[in-house]
């Protein structure tokens, strides 16, 4: 038996049979990686198809929730209001802009208060910590938002009832005549709350800052809307 060294394996022949061996010794784990490397490659038809099936099983094993009417709530933005009766602002917020407009509204001449941001600032104070003040805006709100829910019931009530666009029937006619009633009500009220503003802001009459800002608060209290922002509570699954 002769042996060869070539490139770092050894050449062994015996009986005209050569045989090609390592020269050094193969570790357990090089065995194994060789082997593996020697094995067919799995189908990927196979794999991929026991991995739809997998999804489809857990797919078929949740419940599916339809989303109907039920689903679709108020969010906390909705009702009277929009930018000073929601998350976004508030009724007693005055900006650099604010300020300018309740000092014109004072007819208060610069000249004689140079310093007259931090007098506004002050009155507006008094305003914005006047319990009874504050409470009759709260009312007004109410009131408002009263006439805004009626007429957001009334819009979800029709809907349900199967309302066209095009033709009213009998159901549609007496929900339409009931809310009618009820919002009359709600805006009758709304108006005697409203009537009671100029009793109570005359004692800001004395100060022209704090007057002025009441009368601005009182004039977006009549600019407001009604906002009907919607979410969609369920977490679809």
């Given at each position: 038996m002769r042996r060869r060294r070539y490139f770092g394996?050894?050449?062994?022949?015996?009986?005209?049979?050569?045989?090609?061996?390592p020269a050094f010794p193969v570790s357990l784990a090089a065995q194994e990686q060789q082997q593996q490397d020697q094995r067919p490659p799995a189908d990927k038809s196979a794999v991929d198809s026991a991995a739809q099936a997998s999804a489809t099983a857990k797919a078929a094993?949740?419940?599916?929730?339809?989303?109907?009417?039920?689903?679709?709530?108020?969010?906390?933005d909705s009702g009277f209001g929009g930018l000073f009766y929601t998350s976004a602002g508030s009724i007693n917020d005055c900006d650099a802009g604010c300020?300018?407009?309740?000092h014109g509204m004072a007819m208060v001449r610069s000249e004689t208060n140079p310093n007259w941001r931090e007098e506004v600032l002050r009155q507006l104070e008094l305003v914005r910590s006047d319990g009874e003040w504050q409470a009759y805006l709260h009312d007004v709100y109410r009131a408002h938002n009263k006439v805004c829910q009626l007429?957001?019931?009334k819009q979800d009530e029709l809907?349900?009832?199967?309302?066209?666009?095009?033709?009213?029937?009998?159901?549609?006619?007496?929900i339409t005549e009931k809310y009618d009633e009820r919002t009359k009500a709600a805006q009758d009220e709304l108006s005697?709350?409203?009537?009671?503003?100029?009793?109570?802001q005359m004692k800001f009459a004395g100060r022209p800052y704090a007057n002025a800002?009441?009368?601005?608060?009182?004039?977006?209290?009549?600019?407001g809307f009604c906002s009907q922002a919607r979410v969609i509570y369920p977490e679809i699954r």
């Open positions: 394996v050894i050449l062994r022949c015996a009986a005209g049979v050569c045989a090609f061996l094993g949740k419940p599916r929730h339809v989303i109907t009417n039920d689903d679709i709530k108020p969010s906390n300020f300018d407009q309740v007429g957001f019931d809907r349900r009832s199967g309302a066209s666009f095009r033709n009213l029937g009998p159901q549609q006619i007496a005697g709350q409203v009537a009671r503003q100029h009793g109570i800002f009441a009368s601005i608060q009182g004039t977006r209290m009549m600019g």
